[in-house]
């Protein structure tokens, strides 16, 4: 049995499954103060082993930033996060109890592999999955690892042009104000606004800018790694319209400078929305489990 946690910022997913695609319970509890979270989720995990059996790994995408280098002492513990109690918590000490191995990697990066495995992202070999929603971040498979530096890659917070006649908005990241975050996060178009994208009408002005926003991530990742494939996904791009938008934004920064191969054109299957819908996280973190009991991973 594998066990899988998608940790975001307002909920918590839980599933035990027979393999990644084959989830046979689960469970959603709300992002509380980590005691509350550990306890809540250990009580998930005890139940679902009586009932399905003993868990041989379970694997965590998790809200960063959190340390995913395995070889670190302080391996999935969570870094300088504004999400109150929550900086110096850790995964693996939270879930020991349940007496299995955890795996810690970033939201992102389990949501790329989940779409990898069964979703968007099958058979191609160098993977980048975005997400934009009340953050912004982006992972890059290779071959079905994830890629990091010195940490995990921190793309949400590259800073994308900001004009301030056009777009007064200061931006809300706490750390840098008007990165990529902190002018087109869905609090960012809340603050803005009053309202999410996906309640404005589709000739709003919001939409072109966000696509512009965007279309700087996009490009930069198309520009630094060459995916072969990028998906982006998240509560923000649910808006309707707004993936077209963001696929004619990007074609505009990239300027036909690829103009053959998968990443010219009009680029309708190379920036697609995830085929796992809201699975693909904890999908990802049934997969990370699945890795560490041995069983292969392809
Ligand atoms: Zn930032």
């Known amino acids: 049995m594998l066990g899988g946690i998608e940790a975001g910022g307002t909920k918590i997913v839980?599933?035990?499954g027979s393999s990644p695609d084959h989830i046979l319970a689960s469970h959603v509890v709300s992002t509380a103060d980590p005691a509350t979270s550990f306890q809540q989720v250990r009580a998930f995990f005890d139940k679902a082993q009586g009932a399905h059996g003993r868990l041989g790994a379970i694997g965590v995408a998790?809200?960063?930033p959190v340390d995913i280098d395995p070889g670190s002492p302080t391996y999935g513990t969570v870094q300088r996060t504004p999400k109150p109690g929550w900086k110096g918590a850790n995964w693996v000490d939270g879930l020991s109890r349940l007496g299995c191995p955890v795996m810690v990697d970033t939201d992102v990066n389990g949501a790329a592999l989940g779409e990898w495995r069964h979703g968007a992202g099958k058979g191609h070999a160098t993977?980048?999955?975005?997400?934009?929603?009340?953050?912004?971040?982006?992972?890059?498979?290779?071959?079905?690892?994830?890629?990091?530096?010195?940490?995990?890659?921190?793309?949400?917070?590259?800073?994308?042009?900001?004009?301030?006649?056009?777009?007064?908005?200061?931006?809300r990241c706490p750390f840098h104000k008007d990165c990529l975050e902190g002018l087109a996060s869905g609090p960012a178009i809340m603050d803005r606004w009053g309202v999410t994208l996906s309640e404005m009408?589709?000739?709003?002005?919001?939409?072109?800018?966000?696509?512009?926003?965007l279309a700087h991530l996009a490009a930069t990742i198309i520009?630094?790694?060459?995916?072969?494939?990028?998906?982006?996904g998240g509560s923000v791009m649910k808006a309707p319209g707004l993936m077209e938008r963001l696929r004619a934004a990007t074609r505009i920064l990239l300027a036909d400078y690829l103009p053959c191969g998968p990443a010219g054109?009009?680029?309708?299957?190379?920036?697609?929305?995830?085929?796992?819908?809201?699975?693909?996280g904890v999908t990802g973190a049934l997969a990370m489990a699945e890795a560490r009991t041995g069983q292969a991973v392809k």
């Open 265 to 280: 054109g009009d680029l309708m299957h190379y920036l697609v929305p995830p085929a796992l819908g809201d699975q693909s």
């Open 223 to 232: 520009l630094t790694h060459m995916p072969d494939r990028i998906i982006f």
């Open 62 to 64: 998790g809200f960063g």
């Open 201 to 213: 009408p589709p000739g709003h002005p919001a939409f072109a800018l966000q696509a512009g926003y």
């Open 127 to 171: 993977l980048a999955y975005v997400t934009v929603g009340t953050g912004i971040g982006a992972g890059i498979l290779k071959d079905g690892r994830s890629l990091s530096g010195i940490g995990h890659y921190e793309m949400g917070h590259i800073y994308p042009p900001h004009d301030y006649e056009s777009d007064p908005f200061p931006g």
């Open 14 to 16: 839980c599933a035990v």
